[in-house]
Protein backbone atom coordinates (compact mmCIF):
# COMPACT_ATOMS: atom_id res chain seq x y z
CA UNK A 1 0.00 0.00 0.00
CA UNK A 2 1.21 3.72 -0.77
CA UNK A 3 1.82 5.84 1.65
CA UNK A 4 -0.02 9.50 1.00
CA UNK A 5 3.28 11.46 1.24
CA UNK A 6 7.10 10.36 1.03
CA UNK A 7 7.99 13.37 3.97
CA UNK A 8 5.68 15.25 6.28
CA UNK A 9 7.68 18.52 7.96
CA UNK A 10 5.95 19.56 11.20
CA UNK A 11 6.83 22.99 11.58
CA UNK A 12 6.68 25.67 9.42
CA UNK A 13 9.78 28.29 10.94
CA UNK A 14 12.72 28.47 9.14
CA UNK A 15 13.80 24.89 9.34
CA UNK A 16 10.52 23.16 7.95
CA UNK A 17 10.45 25.47 5.53
CA UNK A 18 14.06 24.64 4.50
CA UNK A 19 13.39 20.98 5.10
CA UNK A 20 9.87 21.00 2.75
CA UNK A 21 11.89 22.93 -0.30
CA UNK A 22 14.83 20.49 -0.52
CA UNK A 23 12.52 17.52 -0.24
CA UNK A 24 10.14 18.90 -3.01
CA UNK A 25 12.80 19.91 -5.19
CA UNK A 26 14.64 16.85 -4.91
CA UNK A 27 11.27 15.10 -6.31
CA UNK A 28 9.72 13.85 -3.26
CA UNK A 29 5.86 14.37 -2.17
CA UNK A 30 5.79 16.58 0.81
CA UNK A 31 3.56 18.06 3.66
CA UNK A 32 3.89 20.56 5.43
CA UNK A 33 1.80 20.60 9.09
CA UNK A 34 1.88 24.14 10.68
CA UNK A 35 0.09 24.31 13.73
CA UNK A 36 0.03 28.61 14.13
CA UNK A 37 0.83 30.12 11.51
CA UNK A 38 4.49 30.17 8.63
CA UNK A 39 6.88 32.08 10.62
CA UNK A 40 4.95 33.15 13.40
CA UNK A 41 7.21 31.75 16.40
CA UNK A 42 10.92 31.99 16.67
CA UNK A 43 11.39 32.46 12.92
CA UNK A 44 10.14 36.29 13.00
CA UNK A 45 11.63 36.61 16.73
CA UNK A 46 15.13 36.72 15.74
CA UNK A 47 17.78 39.59 15.58
CA UNK A 48 16.99 39.16 11.81
CA UNK A 49 21.28 38.88 10.87
CA UNK A 50 22.31 36.56 8.30
CA UNK A 51 25.78 36.45 9.90
CA UNK A 52 28.76 34.03 10.60
CA UNK A 53 28.08 35.17 13.95
CA UNK A 54 31.46 37.14 15.33
CA UNK A 55 30.95 36.37 18.87
CA UNK A 56 31.22 32.03 17.82
CA UNK A 57 34.90 32.27 17.02
CA UNK A 58 34.93 33.75 20.80
CA UNK A 59 33.27 30.07 21.94
CA UNK A 60 35.73 28.27 18.99
CA UNK A 61 32.80 27.04 16.63
CA UNK A 62 34.63 27.29 13.33
CA UNK A 63 32.81 24.97 11.90
CA UNK A 64 29.34 26.56 12.38
CA UNK A 65 31.14 29.95 11.63
CA UNK A 66 32.04 28.91 7.93
CA UNK A 67 29.28 27.29 7.10
CA UNK A 68 27.21 30.39 7.77
CA UNK A 69 29.07 32.62 6.05
CA UNK A 70 29.33 30.16 3.07
CA UNK A 71 25.57 29.97 3.35
CA UNK A 72 25.67 34.27 3.40
CA UNK A 73 26.88 34.38 -0.17
CA UNK A 74 24.35 32.06 -1.36
CA UNK A 75 21.67 34.53 0.18
CA UNK A 76 23.20 37.50 -0.81
CA UNK A 77 23.40 36.03 -4.56
CA UNK A 78 20.09 34.25 -5.22
CA UNK A 79 17.96 36.57 -2.83
CA UNK A 80 18.73 39.77 -3.08
CA UNK A 81 15.67 41.02 -2.19
CA UNK A 82 15.60 39.65 0.96
CA UNK A 83 19.13 39.91 2.27
CA UNK A 84 21.43 42.74 2.27
CA UNK A 85 24.87 43.52 3.42
CA UNK A 86 25.35 46.53 6.11
CA UNK A 87 28.03 47.80 7.53
CA UNK A 88 28.90 46.96 11.42
CA UNK A 89 31.02 49.48 14.06
CA UNK A 90 32.27 47.75 17.32
CA UNK A 91 33.60 50.40 19.02
CA UNK A 92 36.30 49.95 21.80
CA UNK A 93 36.44 51.64 24.82
CA UNK A 94 39.28 51.78 27.95
CA UNK A 95 36.29 49.71 30.18
CA UNK A 96 35.61 47.10 27.30
CA UNK A 97 36.18 44.01 28.44
CA UNK A 98 37.32 42.61 24.54
CA UNK A 99 40.33 44.97 23.72
CA UNK A 100 41.30 46.42 20.46
CA UNK A 101 43.93 43.50 19.80
CA UNK A 102 40.79 40.21 20.24
CA UNK A 103 38.60 42.53 18.10
CA UNK A 104 41.09 42.68 15.25
CA UNK A 105 42.28 39.42 15.56
CA UNK A 106 38.28 37.81 15.47
CA UNK A 107 38.02 40.35 12.33
CA UNK A 108 40.79 39.03 10.22
CA UNK A 109 39.39 35.21 11.45
CA UNK A 110 36.01 35.99 10.53
CA UNK A 111 37.22 37.66 7.12
CA UNK A 112 39.50 34.39 6.37
CA UNK A 113 36.59 32.36 7.12
CA UNK A 114 34.45 34.49 4.83
CA UNK A 115 36.67 33.66 1.94
CA UNK A 116 39.14 36.66 1.51
CA UNK A 117 38.08 36.59 -2.28
CA UNK A 118 34.67 38.51 -1.22
CA UNK A 119 35.15 42.39 -0.94
CA UNK A 120 32.90 42.05 2.39
CA UNK A 121 35.40 40.73 4.08
CA UNK A 122 37.67 43.21 4.62
CA UNK A 123 37.48 45.08 7.71
CA UNK A 124 38.87 48.50 8.62
CA UNK A 125 39.35 51.23 11.94
CA UNK A 126 37.62 53.86 11.31
CA UNK A 127 39.73 56.86 11.54
CA UNK A 128 39.42 59.20 14.43
CA UNK A 129 38.25 62.16 12.10
CA UNK A 130 34.99 59.80 11.39
CA UNK A 131 34.09 59.29 14.75
CA UNK A 132 31.73 61.97 14.63
CA UNK A 133 29.63 60.88 11.82
CA UNK A 134 28.88 57.05 13.87
CA UNK A 135 24.94 58.15 14.70
CA UNK A 136 26.53 60.09 17.92
CA UNK A 137 28.24 57.19 19.46
CA UNK A 138 29.37 58.09 22.55
CA UNK A 139 33.27 59.05 22.59
CA UNK A 140 34.08 59.57 25.68
CA UNK A 141 36.95 56.75 26.78
CA UNK A 142 36.76 55.36 23.07
CA UNK A 143 40.12 54.08 22.44
CA UNK A 144 39.02 52.48 18.49
CA UNK A 145 35.78 51.71 15.79
CA UNK A 146 35.87 48.65 13.67
CA UNK A 147 33.66 48.13 10.65
CA UNK A 148 33.02 44.97 8.85
CA UNK A 149 30.13 43.80 7.16
CA UNK A 150 27.31 41.43 7.77
CA UNK A 151 23.82 40.53 6.87
CA UNK A 152 20.28 41.49 7.53
CA UNK A 153 17.13 40.08 6.48
CA UNK A 154 13.56 40.12 7.13
CA UNK A 155 13.35 36.60 9.14
CA UNK A 156 9.34 36.58 8.67
CA UNK A 157 9.50 37.26 4.72
CA UNK A 158 13.11 34.95 4.28
CA UNK A 159 11.02 32.02 5.81
CA UNK A 160 7.29 32.94 3.86
CA UNK A 161 9.48 33.16 0.58
CA UNK A 162 10.89 29.67 1.58
CA UNK A 163 7.71 28.20 2.09
CA UNK A 164 6.33 29.48 -1.16
CA UNK A 165 9.00 28.23 -2.83
CA UNK A 166 8.35 24.69 -1.67
CA UNK A 167 4.88 25.05 -2.19
CA UNK A 168 5.44 26.28 -5.92
CA UNK A 169 7.29 22.72 -6.03
CA UNK A 170 4.33 21.02 -5.04
CA UNK A 171 4.66 20.53 -0.88
CA UNK A 172 1.14 20.57 0.54
CA UNK A 173 0.73 23.13 3.28
CA UNK A 174 -1.59 22.39 5.70
CA UNK A 175 -2.18 25.67 8.49
CA UNK A 176 -3.62 25.66 10.64
CA UNK A 177 -3.06 22.08 11.31
CA UNK A 178 -1.90 20.30 14.81
CA UNK A 179 0.11 17.03 15.14
CA UNK A 180 -1.79 14.45 17.26
CA UNK A 181 0.09 11.90 17.51
CA UNK A 182 2.30 9.83 14.82
CA UNK A 183 2.79 5.79 14.76
CA UNK A 184 4.77 3.43 12.98
CA UNK A 185 2.55 1.21 10.94
CA UNK A 186 3.38 -1.14 8.19
CA UNK A 187 1.93 1.00 5.72
CA UNK A 188 4.37 3.67 7.15
CA UNK A 189 3.87 6.57 9.46
CA UNK A 190 0.39 7.42 10.46
CA UNK A 191 -0.18 10.46 11.18
CA UNK A 192 -3.45 12.25 13.67
CA UNK A 193 -3.69 15.65 12.69
CA UNK A 194 -6.46 18.55 13.49
CA UNK A 195 -7.07 20.71 10.94
CA UNK A 196 -10.61 23.30 10.66
CA UNK A 197 -11.60 22.04 13.72
CA UNK A 198 -11.45 17.69 12.58
CA UNK A 199 -9.49 14.83 13.49
CA UNK A 200 -7.94 13.31 9.94
CA UNK A 201 -5.25 11.22 9.56
CA UNK A 202 -2.38 10.52 6.67
CA UNK A 203 0.51 7.96 5.79
CA UNK A 204 4.18 9.30 5.18
CA UNK A 205 7.11 7.18 4.66
CA UNK A 206 9.39 10.05 7.36
CA UNK A 207 8.35 12.53 9.35
CA UNK A 208 10.80 15.67 10.37
CA UNK A 209 10.16 17.00 13.36
CA UNK A 210 11.00 20.79 12.83
CA UNK A 211 9.05 21.87 15.82
CA UNK A 212 11.35 24.62 17.40
CA UNK A 213 10.75 25.08 20.94
CA UNK A 214 8.19 22.55 20.87
CA UNK A 215 10.44 19.97 19.53
CA UNK A 216 10.59 17.95 22.25
CA UNK A 217 6.72 17.85 22.92
CA UNK A 218 6.39 17.53 19.21
CA UNK A 219 8.54 14.33 19.70
CA UNK A 220 6.71 12.37 22.69
CA UNK A 221 4.22 12.14 20.21
CA UNK A 222 5.82 10.23 17.90
CA UNK A 223 6.43 6.69 18.21
CA UNK A 224 9.20 5.63 17.80
CA UNK A 225 10.94 8.94 18.91
CA UNK A 226 13.91 10.16 18.43
CA UNK A 227 16.46 10.19 20.95
CA UNK A 228 16.84 13.84 21.55
CA UNK A 229 19.18 14.46 24.96
CA UNK A 230 18.32 17.08 26.97
CA UNK A 231 17.03 20.36 26.11
CA UNK A 232 16.71 24.27 27.43
CA UNK A 233 14.89 26.85 26.46
CA UNK A 234 16.63 29.93 26.74
CA UNK A 235 14.22 32.97 25.74
CA UNK A 236 15.61 36.19 24.09
CA UNK A 237 14.27 39.54 24.00
CA UNK A 238 14.51 42.45 21.29
CA UNK A 239 13.22 45.95 22.42
CA UNK A 240 12.30 48.34 19.44
CA UNK A 241 12.66 52.28 19.62
CA UNK A 242 11.00 54.98 17.71
CA UNK A 243 14.17 56.66 16.83
CA UNK A 244 16.53 56.24 14.03
CA UNK A 245 20.14 55.68 14.54
CA UNK A 246 20.86 55.53 10.48
CA UNK A 247 21.80 52.68 8.42
CA UNK A 248 24.26 51.10 10.59
CA UNK A 249 25.04 47.89 13.35
CA UNK A 250 26.85 48.53 16.21
CA UNK A 251 27.53 45.93 18.21
CA UNK A 252 28.25 46.90 21.48
CA UNK A 253 29.17 45.20 25.20
CA UNK A 254 25.94 45.63 27.67
CA UNK A 255 26.93 46.21 31.56
CA UNK A 256 27.95 42.36 32.03
CA UNK A 257 30.26 42.17 29.10
CA UNK A 258 27.51 40.17 26.79
CA UNK A 259 27.23 41.33 23.14
CA UNK A 260 24.21 43.37 22.23
CA UNK A 261 23.17 44.69 18.92
CA UNK A 262 21.62 48.31 17.97
CA UNK A 263 20.23 47.72 14.32
CA UNK A 264 18.17 49.71 11.68
CA UNK A 265 14.89 48.36 11.33
CA UNK A 266 12.06 50.02 9.46
CA UNK A 267 13.03 53.53 10.19
CA UNK A 268 13.13 52.70 13.68
CA UNK A 269 16.41 51.04 16.00
CA UNK A 270 15.87 47.17 17.18
CA UNK A 271 18.01 46.42 20.13
CA UNK A 272 18.77 42.83 21.37
CA UNK A 273 18.88 40.06 22.83
CA UNK A 274 18.98 38.74 26.46
CA UNK A 275 19.39 35.15 27.33
CA UNK A 276 16.96 33.63 30.35
CA UNK A 277 16.21 30.05 31.01
CA UNK A 278 12.55 29.53 30.25
CA UNK A 279 10.53 26.68 31.20
CA UNK A 280 6.85 27.84 30.18
CA UNK A 281 4.66 26.91 27.38
CA UNK A 282 6.68 28.65 24.11
CA UNK A 283 3.57 29.96 23.00
CA UNK A 284 3.26 32.35 26.16
CA UNK A 285 7.34 33.87 26.14
CA UNK A 286 7.19 37.45 26.02
CA UNK A 287 9.52 40.13 27.36
CA UNK A 288 10.24 40.81 31.08
CA UNK A 289 10.39 44.52 32.29
CA UNK A 290 13.67 43.50 33.51
CA UNK A 291 14.62 42.79 29.89
CA UNK A 292 13.61 45.45 28.60
CA UNK A 293 15.25 48.22 30.67
CA UNK A 294 18.68 46.23 30.48
CA UNK A 295 18.48 46.95 26.52
CA UNK A 296 17.46 50.21 27.03
CA UNK A 297 20.62 50.98 29.43
CA UNK A 298 22.60 49.37 26.92
CA UNK A 299 21.45 51.53 24.24
CA UNK A 300 22.14 54.78 26.41
CA UNK A 301 25.65 53.66 27.74
CA UNK A 302 26.74 54.42 24.19
CA UNK A 303 23.91 56.98 22.67
CA UNK A 304 23.29 59.68 24.82
CA UNK A 305 20.36 61.28 22.65
CA UNK A 306 18.62 58.32 24.22
CA UNK A 307 18.86 58.83 27.60
CA UNK A 308 15.80 60.85 27.80
CA UNK A 309 13.74 57.49 27.13
CA UNK A 310 12.08 55.73 29.91
CA UNK A 311 10.72 52.15 29.27
CA UNK A 312 7.28 53.35 28.66
CA UNK A 313 8.88 55.03 25.30
CA UNK A 314 9.67 51.09 24.17
CA UNK A 315 7.51 51.16 20.90
CA UNK A 316 7.57 47.43 20.62
CA UNK A 317 9.65 44.48 22.03
CA UNK A 318 9.04 40.38 21.11
CA UNK A 319 10.80 37.60 22.50
CA UNK A 320 11.89 34.65 20.89
CA UNK A 321 13.37 30.89 22.22
CA UNK A 322 16.45 29.06 21.68
CA UNK A 323 16.81 25.58 21.47
CA UNK A 324 19.97 24.80 23.56
CA UNK A 325 21.54 21.51 24.54
CA UNK A 326 21.98 21.22 28.33
CA UNK A 327 25.44 21.58 29.66
CA UNK A 328 25.74 23.40 32.46
CA UNK A 329 27.76 26.53 30.81
CA UNK A 330 26.20 29.90 30.10
CA UNK A 331 24.15 30.35 27.34
CA UNK A 332 25.91 33.20 25.70
CA UNK A 333 28.56 30.28 24.99
CA UNK A 334 26.68 27.00 23.92
CA UNK A 335 27.23 25.39 21.09
CA UNK A 336 24.64 26.90 18.06
CA UNK A 337 24.83 24.08 15.95
CA UNK A 338 22.00 22.26 14.78
CA UNK A 339 20.88 18.59 16.59
CA UNK A 340 19.80 16.19 14.41
CA UNK A 341 18.20 13.04 15.57
CA UNK A 342 16.76 10.24 14.08
CA UNK A 343 14.76 7.22 15.60
CA UNK A 344 17.37 5.10 13.81
CA UNK A 345 20.17 5.78 11.61
CA UNK A 346 20.42 3.43 8.85
CA UNK A 347 16.63 3.43 8.21
CA UNK A 348 14.87 6.79 9.99
CA UNK A 349 11.36 7.46 9.99
CA UNK A 350 11.49 9.82 12.53
CA UNK A 351 14.07 13.03 12.30
CA UNK A 352 14.01 15.51 15.22
CA UNK A 353 15.70 18.75 14.36
CA UNK A 354 17.09 20.92 17.47
CA UNK A 355 18.18 24.83 17.52
CA UNK A 356 20.62 26.00 14.71
CA UNK A 357 20.73 29.52 12.87
CA UNK A 358 18.06 31.35 10.55
CA UNK A 359 21.63 31.41 8.26
CA UNK A 360 21.96 27.76 7.86
CA UNK A 361 19.11 26.58 7.25
CA UNK A 362 19.74 25.48 4.06
CA UNK A 363 22.80 23.79 4.65
CA UNK A 364 20.29 22.55 7.63
CA UNK A 365 18.35 21.15 5.01
CA UNK A 366 21.30 19.37 3.21
CA UNK A 367 21.85 17.17 6.11
CA UNK A 368 18.07 16.39 6.71
CA UNK A 369 17.83 15.02 3.17
CA UNK A 370 21.11 13.15 3.21
CA UNK A 371 19.85 10.98 6.27
CA UNK A 372 16.70 10.31 5.02
CA UNK A 373 17.96 9.10 1.81
CA UNK A 374 17.93 6.01 2.57
CA UNK A 375 14.59 5.35 3.94
CA UNK A 376 13.21 7.72 0.67
CA UNK A 377 14.87 6.05 -1.88
CA UNK A 378 13.97 2.10 -0.76
CA UNK A 379 11.70 0.65 -2.50
CA UNK A 380 8.00 0.77 -0.68
CA UNK A 381 8.25 -2.72 -0.02
CA UNK A 382 11.65 -3.01 1.27
CA UNK A 383 10.69 -0.45 3.75
CA UNK A 384 7.48 -1.82 4.53
CA UNK A 385 9.23 -5.66 5.16
CA UNK A 386 11.69 -4.26 7.73
CA UNK A 387 8.96 -2.62 9.43
CA UNK A 388 6.90 -5.80 9.39
CA UNK A 389 10.07 -7.44 10.74
CA UNK A 390 10.46 -4.59 13.19
CA UNK A 391 7.22 -5.05 14.71
CA UNK A 392 6.35 -8.39 14.05
CA UNK A 393 3.49 -7.14 11.83
CA UNK A 394 4.12 -9.42 9.07
CA UNK A 395 4.25 -12.85 10.74
CA UNK A 396 0.83 -14.92 11.82
CA UNK A 397 -1.12 -14.75 14.66
CA UNK A 398 0.61 -17.91 15.54
CA UNK A 399 4.03 -17.52 14.69
CA UNK A 400 3.74 -13.76 16.74
CA UNK A 401 2.86 -15.42 20.09
CA UNK A 402 6.26 -17.97 19.53
C1 LIG B 1 16.45 35.73 20.23
C2 LIG B 1 16.95 34.98 19.04
C3 LIG B 1 17.74 35.62 18.10
C4 LIG B 1 18.22 34.92 16.99
N1 LIG B 1 18.93 35.59 16.06
C5 LIG B 1 19.36 34.94 14.95
C6 LIG B 1 20.04 35.65 13.92
O1 LIG B 1 20.19 36.87 13.97
N2 LIG B 1 20.48 34.94 12.86
C7 LIG B 1 20.31 33.59 12.75
O2 LIG B 1 20.79 33.01 11.78
N3 LIG B 1 19.63 32.90 13.69
C8 LIG B 1 19.14 33.54 14.77
N4 LIG B 1 18.42 32.88 15.72
C9 LIG B 1 18.11 31.45 15.51
C10 LIG B 1 16.89 31.30 14.59
O3 LIG B 1 15.96 32.31 14.80
C11 LIG B 1 16.24 29.95 14.86
O4 LIG B 1 17.20 28.93 14.73
C12 LIG B 1 15.12 29.64 13.88
O5 LIG B 1 14.24 30.69 13.72
C13 LIG B 1 14.38 28.41 14.38
O6 LIG B 1 13.46 28.04 13.41
P1 LIG B 1 12.58 26.75 13.60
O7 LIG B 1 11.91 26.50 12.29
O8 LIG B 1 13.39 25.65 14.19
O9 LIG B 1 11.51 27.11 14.74
P2 LIG B 1 10.23 28.06 14.73
O10 LIG B 1 10.40 29.24 13.88
O11 LIG B 1 9.89 28.29 16.16
O12 LIG B 1 9.12 27.16 14.05
C14 LIG B 1 8.56 26.01 14.65
C15 LIG B 1 7.13 25.88 14.17
O13 LIG B 1 6.61 24.62 14.55
C16 LIG B 1 5.24 24.76 14.80
N5 LIG B 1 4.76 23.62 15.62
C17 LIG B 1 5.20 23.28 16.85
N6 LIG B 1 4.55 22.18 17.30
C18 LIG B 1 3.66 21.83 16.33
C19 LIG B 1 2.68 20.80 16.21
N7 LIG B 1 2.47 19.89 17.18
N8 LIG B 1 1.93 20.75 15.08
C20 LIG B 1 2.12 21.65 14.08
N9 LIG B 1 3.03 22.67 14.14
C21 LIG B 1 3.80 22.75 15.25
C22 LIG B 1 5.17 26.09 15.54
O14 LIG B 1 3.86 26.65 15.49
C23 LIG B 1 6.20 26.92 14.80
O15 LIG B 1 5.65 27.72 13.78
C24 LIG B 1 17.91 33.55 16.84
C25 LIG B 1 17.10 32.91 17.77
C26 LIG B 1 16.61 33.61 18.86
C27 LIG B 1 15.71 32.93 19.84
Not at 32 to 40: F, K, P, R, S, Y
Not at 115 to 134: I, K, Q
Not at 203 to 225: F, K, M
Not at 350 to 364: C, E, I, N, P
Request: aromatic share 8%.
Amino acid sequence: MSTDFDALVVGAGIQGAGAAEALAMAGYRVAILEQLGVATATSSRSSKLIHGGLRYLESGQFRLVRECLRERRWLLANKPQLVRMVPFYIPVYRFSKRPAWLIRLGLSLYALLSGVTSGYSRFRAVPRAEWDNLSGLNCDELVAVYRYYDGQTDDAALTRNVVDSAVARGAHLICPGSLVGAELTPQGMRVDYVADGQLSTLRTRVLINCSGPWVADTNTLCAPAAPLPPLELVAGTHILLSLSLGEKIFYVEAEDGRAVFVMPWKGKTLVGTTERSYEGDPRDVTPTLEEESYLLRTVQRYFPQTRTLQVHDICDSFAGLRVLPQNGTSPFSRPRETLLCCDDEKHPRVLAVAGGKLTSYRATARKILRKLRPTLDASSEAGISEVEQRSGAGRSEKERNL
